[in-house]
């Protein structure tokens, strides 16, 4: 019998560019308008799964969730809190369940059931091949994060960690990209199909070329790629995509 799975999403529309375009990326609409793309992809790919919104309290929900869970939610920091809130739902019965964590300007196209055939405790997304120059600071994607189903109390060992690390960076990485940096120095550089042990649980190495991949162009051949990331300026791609795939807004 499979396991059950959680895609769970974080999403906040006090966020910054939440809802409004943003003009430094050449998005011509607002973020939140694109987060029902997202869902329909999870309904198609992983209709079993229920899907969960992980907000503050007082986000309008843009669409249909199986589940919102609402908590305070300190806009000055967001990485931070999207790191409390997966957390609090990884310690949340019932158990057990597979769980993804996964950012909302994405788009699912394959089953997550194949993910958690690799053995693993927590799964992790790296860019093997930069290509952007940030990329070298920043060579994981930590908007998508795999976290298998277990009762092991040392499963939250990671972000309990990862928590701890950004505290100690400035404020400003409390809002942005502290999440990406304590990640690369608590893992180190790794590639992918590596597994290694980390705060006392097995991590799991996946390709962002085809767990997390970013497409750069409207064309792209993509049909290797189980997760669609649309993430800075490829953000105006995110509904070209899900118009190809037939997606319903």
């Known amino acids: 019998m499979a396991v059950p799975t959680d895609i769970v999403t974080f999403h906040t529309s006090a966020q910054t560019w939440s809802e409004s375009p943003h003009p430094l990326v050449g998005q011509i609409e607002p973020h939140t308008n694109l987060i029902p793309l997202f869902a329909a992809s999870v309904r198609r790919s992983n209709p079993g799964a229920r899907l969960v919104l992980l907000t503050d309290r007082r986000t309008v929900v843009p669409c249909r969730f199986d589940h919102v869970e609402r908590a305070a939610v300190s806009q000055s920091e967001l990485m931070l809190e999207r790191f409390r809130l997966q957390r609090a739902w990884m310690r949340r019965p019932p158990f057990p369940r597979n769980i993804v964590f996964i950012d909302s300007d994405t ?6 059931q194949s993910v958690f055939n690799e053995p693993f405790v927590l799964g992790v997304t790296v860019r093997e091949v930069p290509r952007f120059s940030w990329e070298e600071t920043a060579p994981y994607n930590a908007g ?52 290694i042990s980390v705060c006392g649980v097995y991590v799991r190495v996946f390709s962002c070329s085809t767990h997390n991949y970013r497409p750069l162009g409207p064309n792209e051949v993509i049909d290797h790629c189980l997760i669609l990331h649309f993430c800075g300026t490829a953000k105006p791609l995110m509904r070209i995509y899900a118009e190809r795939f037939g997606l319903p807004a």
Not at 107 to 112: A, S
């Open 107 to 112: 788009l699912i196209l394959g089953d997550m």
């Open 144 to 195: 998508v994060i795999f976290a298998r189903a277990s009762n092991n109390p040392r499963q939250t060992n990671i972000h309990d960690e990862l928590i701890h690390r950004i505290k100690r960076m400035d404020p400003d990485y409390w809002a942005w990209n502290g999440n990406q940096l304590a990640m690369r120095d608590l893992i180190g550089r790794r590639k992918s199909c590596e597994t």
